[in-house]
């Protein structure tokens, strides 16, 4: 394939809008392969989550009755008050951390495995995006623990207002011998980019 223009090459507006095209559908291409290495990561350590946050719930609780314990007995302002106190915000981030742990990122145990170094300071990187990404959620007003499927309905609405509106967009500036470039939309993605791509670039 040439990359040089030829006299076949299309006009300079409808080139411009080609190359809008294909980034967008580099961007969708790149977000579908997230979505695919996230469902698997998923699946692959949904029952380890499942029982590391069980763990932690348990432990929780009996913190919890200790901290009752000590306010019954008038000792809550103790020693050991402060270190249930202690103990329960660590939980409150290891819960945090089974929770909003990065979906595309491989599952690092809080309480399997070997406490190496390495290991300790993956933790503690992890640890830190998960809140990184928590507050730039709360700072957009996203709820990260929004069912997936109502996300994917918003999605879906979003895009099919996108499609509509461009549906209806003037767009006979960028016809060219009777083709429109602007509305290569209908086919599959990958073959998308390629149409697009010979567009830009013609043989």
Not at 20 to 48: D, G, I, S
Not at 182 to 191: C, D, Y
């Amino acid at each position: 394939m040439r990359f040089a223009m030829t006299d076949q090459s299309p006009p300079h507006e409808i080139k411009v809008a080609m190359e809008k095209k294909l980034a967008e559908l580099k961007e969708q291409l790149a977000a579908r392969a997230r979505n695919v290495l996230e469902q698997k990561m998923t699946l692959r350590y949904k029952r380890v989550k499942f029982l590391e946050r069980r763990e932690i719930e348990r432990r929780m609780r009996r913190v919890e009755k200790q901290q009752r314990m000590l306010a019954e007995r008038g000792e809550d302002k103790g020693e050991a008050a402060a270190e249930l106190a202690k103990q329960m915000s660590q939980l409150k981030l290891d819960m945090e951390y089974v929770r909003f742990f990065p979906k595309s990122e491989k599952y690092v145990s809080l309480f399997k495995g070997d406490d190496s170094e390495h290991v300790v300071a993956r933790r503690q990187a992890l640890r830190e995006m998960i809140r990184a990404n928590l507050a730039a959620a709360a700072a957009e007003g996203v709820d990260l623990e929004k069912p997936k499927a109502m996300i994917k309905l918003r999605s879906a609405k979003e895009q099919s207002s996108v499609h509509y509106s461009k549906r209806n967009e003037d767009t006979s500036h960028l016809e060219k011998n009777g083709f429109n470039y602007a509305r290569i939309s209908t086919v599959p993605l990958v073959r998308q980019m390629c149409c697009v791509f010979r567009l830009i670039f013609p043989e």
